[in-house]
Every structure is written in structure tokens, then in C-alpha cells.
């Protein structure tokens, strides 16, 4: 995208710039950018369906989901020649709308036969428990969601509700979900995009949830969620551990690292915009809250 145009006059609104692999000049505007995607200012990424994309290096922050059918390198971008080349899905260069084509279903196939995948074997990517000294994200968050002590009923229903980004307001049980992150303010000024899948899992009698990152997520480590009730009051506890690094290249994959860097910063506001919903849920449906 290099211009935006006044709809009623037709006149020109803006016009963007871009260097050689999509750095943004700095008066920039617009919801789509660099090769016609989505650019994430809080992030500084462009979303290419597949994967994201750091101008500042020129490269995926994820491994390509089809392998080395593209490149040797699971994370360059057209091959180091954004001049010639193009990937619009973050999956393959592309030199004709034809092979864009084929590779979009080749691209759907994979992405649905990952996720059963993901549901019979253990994931690619690292991930730690909670005070496992592991590299990579360590955060953590808690939030009061009813001024009084709720019933271990209320406790189970709002967890269920508010365990996954994403799939707020939606009763929840184990299994395997796709989760989205929102970034930037409420309403239409926000943007979402898909995080990947991860597999949930419910245990305490549904006061904990567990949520563990596949290998088609963007993130990797894990999520665990209680709702317990502290000084006479109901609160959530949020802990985010774990790395995105690929396991053989811990402590030596750059890429793996920047994702965990990433997560370090994001994570908490992720979840605490999911608690400030369960908190306006339980106002709504607990008296007392």
C-alpha cells in the first residue's frame, strides 16, 4: 500500500513509504502497508497470514510452515530479494498469481493436518513449567474479578469463560483451540491477528487452566490460569513461561529469542485485558461483584 486517497474528492491522503524489505517511513498511515499487509505498529511487524515479518531484519519470526520446499533457510524472506521477489502468504516467493494459488490450498492442507498433528504428539518447541529456570518468557499477572469470595460453581464458570485470548465469553472445555491477540486500543481502532493453536487443558476441579502452545503458534511456552480467592476476594493468577526457541538451538537461535522478547512485553496485557472481561462478566452475572 504507498497511498491513501480522500473517498469523497478522490485526492491523495497520504503517501507511504517503505525501504527495500518494508522498514516504514515514519508518516506513515494505514491499516495495510509493505506488500499489501497488515502492519502491527505496537509490535513494529507485518502480518503475512502464515507468519510475521520484522522489516528491521528482514526476516520471519517464525519457521516456514511448508519446510525447506521454499529455502534452506526457514526464516529468510524472498531470499534476500524483496526488489524481485514477492510472498504475500509468508509461506513461498512468488512469481506468478498462479503459484500464489496453489500454494494458498497447499498452505490450507498443511495448517489443518498440523493441527491434528499437534493433537497426538508433544510440542516441537520448548516449553517449561512455571520456575523452571528455562530461557526465555517469564511473566505474570493478577487481577481481581469479584470484590467477594465466589462459589467454587462461580469460580468453575467463570475460568471457562475467560481461559483462552480470544474466546472470551465461550464455555470451555479441554482440548485443542486457535487463539487470536488483540493489540492496540478497544473498538475499531484495534487489530487482531491469529496467535496459532495451542491445547487447553482444565484441572482443580475447573479452578486452573492450562494452556500450551503447538508448533503453529507464533509464541511458544505455556499459559497457566487459576481463580482462587485471596483476602475475600475472588482474583486470577496468570503465569507465562517458557521460549519459542527451537530445542536443539536454546540460548542460540536469534529468532527464538526476539519471539521470546516479544511475549515478554505483550503477555501481560494480553491477559489483562482477558481478566478486566471475566471481572465485567462477573459484575454482570454474580450478585456482589
Known sequence: MIALTDHATGALAAANTYDEFGKPGAANSGTFGYTGRAWLPELGLH?????????ELGRFLQTDPIGYEDSPNLY??????????SDPLGLSRLPSEADAIVITAHFNLRWKIGALEDMIRPPRRASTEPGGGSPGH???TENEV??????TKEMKELLSKFAVPGHADQSLTTGTYLVSARFGSPGPGGRTFPGGWIRTTFSEGGRRV????????????QARRDIHLQGGRTVIT???????????????????QLRDAINQKIG??????LDAGAAAYAQSKFEGC
Open 47 to 55: 502480518y503475512y497470514k502464515a507468519r510475521v515479518y520484522d522489516p
Open 76 to 85: 529468510a524472506y524472498v531470499l534476500n530479494d524483496p526488489v524481485n521477489l
Open 138 to 140: 517469564d511473566f505474570g
Open 146 to 151: 469479584c470484590a467477594r469470595p465466589l462459589t
Open 210 to 221: 492450562t494452556n500450551v502452545a503447538r508448533d503453529l503458534h507464533v509464541f511458544g511456552g
Open 238 to 256: 496468570t503465569r507465562g513461561t517458557g521460549t519459542a526457541q527451537i530445542d536443539n538451538l536454546v540460548g542460540w537461535d536469534p529468532i527464538g
Open 268 to 273: 501481560p496485557s494480553i491477559f489483562n485485558a
